[in-house]
């Protein structure tokens, strides 16, 4: 079976290219690229439309197993295709946790046999994640684990945490970590400062980031662990980052696409769908994720999709849920910034493509001869108005409910196959 | 009092936050209040203002004062009352807020009063129902008719609120009182000072619209006219917010002494309920100076202005 996808614009942060010409799929993966002559079964008319890699999103949580009333990986997988993303890293703290070899595979099977995308497990960094005992990193590794992370609740003693990180790094494994220091900020539910103290509510301080930040660098550094930096909040935590990469330290950085387009004030009037951890900050922080996306210091922008049903949203802002419903607009939050100008359209593309396909080391993610066939076309002008009734994800907690958007998927193709159409 | 080519309409269907309310609003709704004062203490009982109407007291939090509060200025003025506290029911068996808000507007009363240990769990509820709802407190966001109350009674013992200099010392950080009251004396042009330890003083009061906050009482209460005390939680003295009673009543305590450097005329308050000898001296609390009393005599004053004003807007 041959696709023929022609009167595109190729936009492929890997290589640089940027214009117009055809692709060519063939047995799932990219058989030619510009000028094609060749004769295919089907041929799409793109219209001009950009097509790019599919989006490769490095944090996706789903309820699958345990609370499939949240999500499963199919209906994660339903919400991806529609917002562009055809590959997901699912998180291990699901119930039971994936913390060993069988669960892993379970993921992986569950994945090929029900949804939509590719689907890659992370495995738990701890058994239980419980913090205190080391999970089989090496075997889950060989079973197709692309890293390991404690998920929401980083591991709290450092010991541990080095241990594991030494471990690890033998194993040539990656270990995520969000950076938090938990004791500070336990009660907290908003971006601690001014407007959390007006509202009465509790604060999750910058303070809690940069020293959870400071002591993973450093054990990174101490082990020569290669870490990934989950969902930096704040501007000083890129200089931290900064200076850590300046003393050689094995570092990537992930951003959550939410903190790019929100601050704390977007709380507003106690809205649950903006309680998300780490939560959203100041201005300036927002201000400086961007200017680090720009720099090119950012490796990965995530969704950070974490679904949550109506019975955990609607509470009072306080005992509501964390999380936020990210899949279907992580690309038009970056579309957003390269609309405005901040960024041009292949450095707003490389931390969703090309450069977590290198973290997590798959072959997909860029346009090339020989890569898999997934690829996205899309109208990086269309304006939308998101409703999260239109939503296809199985919870509908979106902070961006009731925001007007731009640019849009018009067609998901996985493996040269078409499996979204707008 | 009607001004030619001016009119004013008290607008808002709830009372939930002072911050929603203009100078104009409070003035409306002291001046109200004031008339029902002055009525309770000639020994009139107002017009039934809110007959054949019925007033649901929801206490989602232990509260005898302000719910008996509400409860004798929504029975002064003719309603029907129904007060549950519900504390410890329904919302642990797992019905949640809003069903709890959906069960009882659909009883069609006209006006709700709740309290909710969420800050934003009363603004929540008031999304669902058809009925005006009066804030009795939230969590440690706001207690906008203490705000009121205590505006009143400064208005009355000082005859005015623009221009004088009001001390609020204790836990800033878990008072709503100290919210609300800020805000509607700063809308009032009273100069507001918060004073309290740095662990229990939060960021961003000039928000509030207070002029300084400090943690030296003897300063802060320098000249004030208004000096008002709160109540600290004796929780505080775990999880290292404070050391101990005897530290805090030494640095924060109204004694005699520290009074003195007040204005010689100057007002002493507290919402209540009073941890004697841990924030204020016995001997002040009773003393001529006190108007502690006369504000739990404006709470049901302001909280029948309040309920004839809102009850039976509808949605």
Known sequence: MKTLIKNARLACPASGLDESGSLLLEDGIIAAIGDVSEQADETVDAGGLIAAPGLIDLRVKTGEPGAEQKETLATASRAAVAGGVTSMVVMPDTDPVIDDVALVQFIANRGRETAKTRIYPAGALTKGLKGEAMAEIAMMSGSGAVFFTNGDLPVENASVLRRTMGYAASCKAIVSSRPNEHSLGVNGVMNAGAQAARMGLSGLPREAEWIGLGRDLLLAEATGCTLLVDQVSTGRSMEMIREARRRGVRLHVSVAAHHLFFNELDVGDYLTYCKVNPPFRREEDRQALIDALVAGEIDAVVSAHDPQPPEEKRLPFGEAAFGAAGLETALSALLALVQDERIGLLDALRPVTASPADIIGVPQGRLAVGAPADIILFDPNKPWLCEREDLRSRSLNSPFDGRRMVGRVNRTIIAGETVFER | ?315
Not at chain 2, 22 to 32: A, K, N, V
Not at chain 2, 235 to 256: C, D, I, K, V
């Open chain 2, 1 to 315: 009092m009607a001004i030619p080519g001016y009119s004013y309409e008290f607008e808002h269907r709830h009372l939930l936050s002072i911050e929603d309310l203009s100078r104009l609003d409070i003035e409306h709704i002291l001046d109200l209040s004031e008339e029902f004062a002055e009525a309770t203490r000639a020994g009139h009982r107002p017009e039934p203002h809110l007959k054949n109407m019925t007033v649901i007291n929801l206490f989602f939090e232990n509260s005898t004062r302000t719910m008996s509060s509400f409860e004798i200025a929504a029975k002064r003025l003719g309603a029907d009352v129904v007060s549950m506290p519900v504390a410890a029911s329904s919302v642990k068996k797992g019905e949640t807020l809003i069903d709890t808000a959906m069960t009882l507007n659909a009883m069609a009363p006209d006006a709700i009063v709740i309290r909710h240990s969420a800050s934003g769990g009363v603004k929540l509820l008031s999304r669902k129902v058809d009925c005006a709802v009066i804030n009795a407190g939230d969590g440690t966001h706001q207690h906008p008719t203490q705000g009121l109350l205590d505006t009143l009674t400064i208005r009355r013992a000082k005859g005015r609120i623009e221009g004088l200099k009001v001390t609020i010392c204790g836990d800033i950080l878990h008072s709503r009182v100290a919210r609300s009251t800020t805000m509607a004396l700063h809308l009032l042009g009273a100069e507001v000072t918060l004073c309290g330890p740095a662990t229990l003083m939060p960021s961003g009061t000039d928000t509030w619209g207070a002029i300084r906050a400090i943690s030296d009482f003897d300063e802060a209460i320098e000249g004030a006219d208004v000096v008002m005390m709160l109540r600290l939680q004796l929780e505080r003295m775990n999880g290292a917010y404070l050391p101990s009673q005897r530290e805090y009543f030494r640095n924060f305590g109204l004694t005699a002494e520290r009074l003195e450097h007040a204005a010689p005329d100057a007002t002493v308050m507290h919402p209540g309920p009073m941890n004697r000898g841990v924030e204020i001296e016995s001997a002040i609390a009773d003393g001529e100076r006190s108007v502690i009393t006369e504000q739990v005599e404006m709470g049901v004053a302001v909280r029948e202005a309040v309920l004839k004003l809102l009850s039976g807007r509808r949605r």
